[in-house]
């Protein structure tokens, strides 16, 4: 197990930020990636940002490139993400997750609740 804790979450008017953490016990040397994901009410979990422990290959999907930015505080086996310019659309359970290098997201965070109001 790979307990990941996700806080952060809360209610913001369009257009405010927001800074969510992802704490993890495990899994944190080079090899592994964090991941962030998100799941709207009556959609599929989607894609956010991805990063590799130690700060490289950060990755963003289209809808959050240039508005969301993920990093690690490797002290402190956290990983964030900064999301600025925040819209209705965004409003999600945001979950972070773990996998392997070359392997799938299989430790997931409980999640926590982004609302972005109009």
């Known amino acids: 197990q790979v307990p990941l804790v996700e806080s952060g979450g809360g209610l913001v008017k369009a257009g405010g930020s927001l800074r969510l953490s992802c704490a993890a016990s495990?899994?944190?040397?080079?090899?592994?990636?964090m991941g962030w994901f998100r799941q709207a009410p009556g959609k599929e979990r989607e894609f956010v940002a991805r990063?590799?422990?130690?700060?490289?290959?950060?990755y963003y999907s289209d809808s959050v490139k240039g508005r969301f930015t993920i990093s690690i505080d490797d002290a402190k086996n956290t990983v964030y993400l900064q999301m600025n310019n925040l819209k209705p659309e965004d409003t999600a359970v945001y979950y972070c997750a773990s996998a392997p290098a070359l392997g799938e997201f299989d430790y997931w965070g409980q999640g926590t609740q982004v609302t972005v109001s109009s």
């Open positions: 495990g899994r944190t040397d080079s090899s592994f990636r």
């Open positions: 990063i590799w422990w130690g700060g490289s290959r950060a």
